[in-house]
């Protein structure tokens, strides 16, 4: 698999395990969803915590998927190589933007 199809992948899979907890079907436990000792010791914190984080990561996966072709058509020209950097740049941006956004509404 190239690292570009693996971005792609990337883009579907966040918004596949997205929807699951923005949609607030993931009761809490340690394994899936955001496992912080506020969540996970108020049920209601839980649903509210990770549908958030859940709408977040939905939007990223979009997000991602609409940039990853957006770079493809309007980088034609540029070498796939810079073409993945690009769309991991914007991966990074986006996992960056739901940890912050994620930790100020932790507690």
Do not use: C
């Not at 395990?17 to 049920?43: C, Q, S």
């Not at 493809?72 to 740049?89: K, Q």
């Amino acid at each position: 698999m190239t690292p570009h199809a693996l971005l792609l992948l990337t883009a579907v899979l966040l918004i596949v395990f997205a929807l699951p907890l923005w949609l607030r079907m993931v009761p809490p436990n340690h394994f899936y969803g955001v496992r912080t000792r506020a969540a996970l010791g108020d049920e209601q914190r839980w649903y509210a915590i990770n549908a958030s984080a859940g709408f977040d990561l939905f939007l990223s996966g979009i997000i991602l998927l609409a940039g990853i072709l957006l770079i493809d058509r309007l980088g034609a020209t540029w070498p796939l190589e810079f073409r993945t950097l690009a769309a991991a740049a914007l991966l990074v941006a986006l996992l960056v933007r739901v940890s912050v956004r994620g930790m100020r509404r932790r507690e």
